[in-house]
């Protein structure tokens, strides 16, 4: 079926049809990051004062000013909680700290702020792909993107805590990759892995244009709006767009297909062949895709067998090792990368600096990775871009923070690194489970992925104020052990994709055989 349609696309070629979705996507792109790492901003960690009850005859204040003091009736001086907080206004005018008094007690809420979206973004995957499949790739585009640009702007008119974490949550499990599919499913095959690489560059700019923005405004509520309303200029571009016509054939919607394609052909000044002939190829595409669907795979056989024993992910040996090394190298980019993003009050004393040199830091991060991987591999550049990154964040550990230059020289090295990681690992695991169980294996790391990406405000945000040296410490020590862990995958480059888990033991199988027949022939030439 791929190789069919994708003969279809290289026909119709690159144009404007093909242009129009790498625009859109781009642009959708660029407005995630300031949803994805909101908190940065809108809930950041502020200095505070105790303000006690003006009747009061205070005697002292707490460090922490959670707590006060005062002279009871006896002449014991006697400690009460505060209830009441001046917040520093000099960085940020109102945020939600400041608002809800996100402090003492209900200081861990800054980082749940943050969390609940994280939270939301473990029913995305599953919600995403079931829904795409079912009703189609455009539609779910579009439901999400209503339902994001209502509760971006919705939340800044909202004046309950519990009911903004409720919408959060909503905004995270609607963060969906329906628009990355859509875009690279209209592509022509030769510029995949380019355009793959271009859409993601658009992250790093809306990182930096969230720094900026953040820079100009300081109240939370006007910063909400102002990066939510850009939002509705996505909807043009979504009434422009067609149907992926790789889905429609596959669901049987042929005169829907033929006329997206028809209509591609005519923006790119492309010729398909006549209608007849469309329809035939189009029932081809179709049926290869029911076959393949219902088609036993290899090592069927034993299934039932290997289900009952264990799980298909940890079946043998060989997919076991790949399973956990993938899940741990999602956890730990995950980990890293947004832990990194949400430190900028631990290794800087500039907030919008911090996000606008860290978003510029992906740029090449990003660019950078698709010709090391085509010249080196995948195995070497994933492990060194893990371990080079951890001896840089965890140096941060033992640098005193008052060297600022050197702090943020080494938090800014991390992120260009881990952005490398980020953008390979994507490529690179999809290139190691076998198709049988390639859905399942990257559904498996990208669980662990969210659930990094859940508990990183915490570590960052919560612990960070703290204890400066967490961060540091976590984030290092991840991305040191994800490169080690790294070694014990195989390499993929120039390798034909296994389709099955025997391929695996098979494969290792022969290379065993190789190993020995090479040993052999050195000790014949010795002997010679």
């Known amino acids: 079926m791929s190789s069919k349609f994708d003969g279809l696309l290289i026909q119709l070629g690159t144009g404007k049809w093909n242009l129009l979705y790498f625009i859109a996507s781009s642009y959708w792109c660029l407005l995630v990051p300031p949803q994805f790492i909101n908190g940065v901003y809108v809930a950041p960690p502020i200095p505070y004062t105790c303000r006690p009850p003006p009747d009061v005859n205070v005697t002292s204040v707490s460090e922490n000013s959670c707590k006060y003091s005062t002279n009871g009736s006896s002449g014991v001086e006697e400690e009460f909680p505060c209830t009441e907080w001046d917040f520093d206004t000099s960085v940020f005018t109102s945020t939600l700290t400041s608002e809800f008094d996100l402090v003492c007690e209900r200081e861990h809420l800054q980082a749940t702020y943050q969390g ?32 994001v640009t209502i509760t971006s702007v919705g939340i800044v008119f909202l004046s309950n805590f519990t009911l903004i974490l409720a919408v959060r949550f909503v905004m995270g499990s609607v963060n969906l990759l329906t628009f990355f599919v859509l875009a690279m499913e209209v592509c022509e095959p030769k510029h995949r892995s380019t355009v793959g690489i271009l859409i993601g560059l658009p992250w790093a700019l809306g990182t930096m244009w969230w720094g900026m923005m953040a820079y100009f405004i300081r109240d939370w509520r006007w910063l909400q709006l102002a990066v939510s309303l850009p939002t509705l200029l996505v909807f043009p571009f979504l009434y422009m767009l067609d149907e992926s016509p790789r889905w429609l054939i ?119 990775t698709a010709p090391l991987i085509q010249r080196c591999g995948r195995r070497w550049p994933t492990s060194a871009s893990y371990l080079i990154c951890g001896v840089f964040i965890l140096a941060l550990a033992f640098i005193p923070t008052d060297v600022s230059w050197l702090v943020m020289t080494l938090a800014m090295s991390g992120k260009l690194c881990i952005s490398g990681a980020y953008q390979i690992v994507y490529v690179y695991s999809t290139e190691l489970f076998p198709t049988e169980v390639r859905s399942q294996g990257i559904g498996a790391a990208s669980v662990f ?57 098979a494969a290792r199988s022969k290379s065993r055989s190789d190993e020995g027949d090479s040993k052999e022939m050195e000790i014949i030439d010795v002997k010679a």
């Open 116 to 147: 609940i979206y994280m939270l939301g973004t473990f029913v995305s995957p599953l919600l995403g792909g079931y829904l795409a499949d079912r009703y189609g790739r455009l539609v779910v585009v579009i439901i999400t993107q209503v339902v």
């Open 449 to 505: 992925a969210q659930l990094a990406s859940t508990i990183s405000p915490y570590i960052a945000s919560f612990l960070g104020p703290i204890l400066p040296w967490v961060p540091s410490l976590v984030f290092g020590g991840a991305s040191l052990v994800a490169g080690l862990g790294t070694l014990a995958l195989r390499e993929t480059l120039g390798v034909p994709l296994p389709d099955t888990i025997t391929d695996l033991t």
């Open 250 to 368: 596959v669901r049987g919607h042929h005169e829907k297909a033929l006329k997206v394609l028809q209509k591609a052909a005519r923006w790119n000044k492309a010729t398909l062949p006549p209608p007849s002939n469309l329809y035939a190829l189009m029932s081809d595409i179709q049926e290869e895709s029911t076959t393949a669907k219902h088609k036993p795979k290899a090592g069927d056989k034993s299934k039932k067998c290997r289900f009952l024993s264990a799980p298909a992910l940890l079946s043998t040996r060989e997919i076991a090792t790949i399973t956990a090394a993938v899940c741990l190298d999602f956890f730990a980019v995950s980990l890293v990368f947004d832990g990194l993003n949400l430190s900028g009050a631990n290794f800087s004393a500039d907030p919008f600096l911090y996000i606008i040199l860290g978003g510029l830091m992906e740029v090449p991060g990003y660019s950078l």
